[in-house]
T-cell receptor
Framework: AQSVTQPDIHITVSEGASLELRCNYSYGATPYLFWYVQSPGQGLQLLLKYFSGDTLVQGIKGFEAEFKRSQSSFNLRKPSVHWSDAAEYFCAGTRAAGNKLTFGGGTRVLVKP | DSGVTQTPKHLITATGQRVTLRCSPRSGDLSVYWYQQSLDQGLQFLIQYYNGEERAKGNILERFSAQQFPDLHSELNLSSLELGDSALYFC?????????????FGPGTRLTVL
């Protein structure tokens, strides 16, 4: 079955430190992958997406993600977090020509001053 | 602001009742998706409409139904409500009917069933 897994439910990071959020996928073929962020009381905002080509994808707000086929992973990174990055982050995927997103369980990020 | 609007923002109702959630997609978007976000189930895809036609179905209960109108707004109808239906319901829209196009999410409707 097609699935997206985020192994970490919570991550606490100090402001200015680097952040890496893990995402693993299980699809028969290369999926289309997305990272969304949900701030408290808000809807989801797309950070970045991977369809094909360069395995390192740049997104908004200083985020990037790397697609690694050998590890079935699509981890999200940010070199230096800001207090405003405290939010819940969702990895999502869909198969090629698919028409619904499957979301991971989300990772809640807390930023310490 | 994603350009997707949802009403109402909050809804409190009792078990057994029926409610309607409304979504207006971004201007020009033909596809509307409905998602349910709950603590125990996470974020789950319910159903997708494209230009008035049902395109894909996910984990949508038989008590739930949706439609997309000629002006492209969509409504999600939830009936015979149960306590477990309490959740945040999101609508998203995209330009086309293919989900690897970016989906823009509305702010959600928080449903509380008492």
């Amino acid at each position: 079955a097609q699935s997206v897994t985020q192994p970490d439910i919570h991550i606490t990071v100090s402001e200015g430190a680097s952040l890496e959020l893990r995402c693993n996928y299980s699809y028969g073929a290369t999926p289309y992958l997305f990272w969304y962020v949900q701030s408290p009381g808000q809807g989801l905002q797309l950070l970045l997406k991977y369809f094909s080509g360069d395995t390192l994808v740049q997104g908004i707000k200083g985020f990037e993600a790397e697609f690694k086929r050998s590890q079935s992973s699509f981890n999200l990174r940010k070199p230096s977090v800001h207090w405003s990055d405290a939010a819940e982050y969702f990895c999502a995927g869909t198969r090629a020509a698919g028409n619904k997103l499957t979301f991971g369980g989300g990772t809640r990020v807390l930023v310490k001053p | 602001d994603s350009g997707v609007t949802q009403t109402p923002k909050h809804l409190i109702t009792a078990t057994g009742q029926r409610v309607t959630l409304r979504c207006s997609p971004r201007s020009g978007d033909l596809s509307v998706y409905w998602y349910q976000q709950s603590l125990d189930q996470g974020l789950q895809f319910l159903i997708q409409y494209y230009n008035g036609e049902e395109r894909a179905k996910g984990n949508i209960l038989e008590r739930f139904s949706a439609q997309q109108f000629p002006d492209l707004h969509s409504e999600l109808n939830l009936s015979s409500l149960e306590l477990g239906d309490s959740a945040l319901y999101f609508c998203a829209s995209s330009e086309s009917g293919i989900s690897y196009n970016e989906q823009f999410f509305g702010p959600g409707t928080r449903l509380t069933v008492l």
